[in-house]
């Protein structure tokens, strides 16, 4: 059993955890991935490590609430406890060495990023974090990139804050201003990796993309992590997370990260009931 050490609402659909867990605390890096249950009967998911304080034993997960898991997950409270929390998991992010790199976000895939660009600060690589999200309501983790980003772009879709447009007009700004990366690591959902890396390849710079597609027991025996990266079956959860975004086949990994969407909104849906019930 682990323990909740810490709970915070970051936005209306996506919520901080501080979990007790010293030995997971102990060998994560940024990158990684742990896969949790909520109770003995709960199904297992994925969450990516968001931080992590070794001395004090703590891993930190964010999580947005789109199932009926992460619903379940939401409504334990500080003090309360969690059945498994497994890891770390996956290969850490390869961030050695990288003197200036662009970390690109989109919206609860800024919780991946941002342990990625405090890596790469930390490391003394000069970070460049570009950040979008559908509406000022959903930005998270604001404050947490201007600490480790030597520039700091906010996109928003409609413009109610930082400036309006897409993560993408961002960095192909910085690219024509000038700017040169060893690399850039984007984060988000699919289809902004996709153009993210469909606007990388036009200017020849490496490309790293972290996939977080269907995951099961986070081994590679099930296989339900397969992706085709470079005309080859990768498994995420061994060979990844991260892989060399120009070699992904992305409209594959959307068709099959979609497969179970109506399944997911009927199960969330009756979970919410469930708890609206027990609440009456």
Known sequence: MYKIIRKKELNPTVTLMDIDAPLIAKKAEPGQFIILRVDECGERIPLTIADF????GIVTIIFQIVGATTEKLNHLKEGEFIQDFV?????????????KVAV?????????????????????????????????D????????????????????????GEKGLVTDALKELIESGEKYDEVI???????????????K???IKTTVSMNPIMIDGTGMCGGCRLTVGGETKFACVDGPDFDGHLVDFDEAMARGAMYKEFEKKVHEETCNLFKKEVQ
């Not at 890891?87 to 003197?99: A, D, F, M, T």
């Not at 990139?145 to 109610?160: E, I, P």
């Not at 984007?186 to 990388?200: D, Q, S």
């Open 53 to 56: 304080d070794r001395e004090k």
């Open 202 to 204: 036009q200017y020849d």
């Open 104 to 136: 690109v976000g989109g919206g609860v895939g800024c919780a991946i990023a941002y342990p990625i660009a405090k890596k790469l600060h930390a490391l003394g690589a000069e970070v460049h974090s570009i950040v979008g999200f559908r509406n000022k």
């Open 186 to 200: 984007t984060i988000g959902p699919l289809i902004m990796m996709k153009f993210v890396c469909a606007l990388t």
């Open 138 to 161: 959903l930005v998270i983790l604001e404050d947490e990139f201007k600490a480790v980003s030597d520039k700091l772009c906010m996109r928003t879709d409609d413009g109610s804050y």
């Open 87 to 99: 890891g770390p998991l996956g290969v850490p992010s390869h961030v050695e060495g990288l003197k």
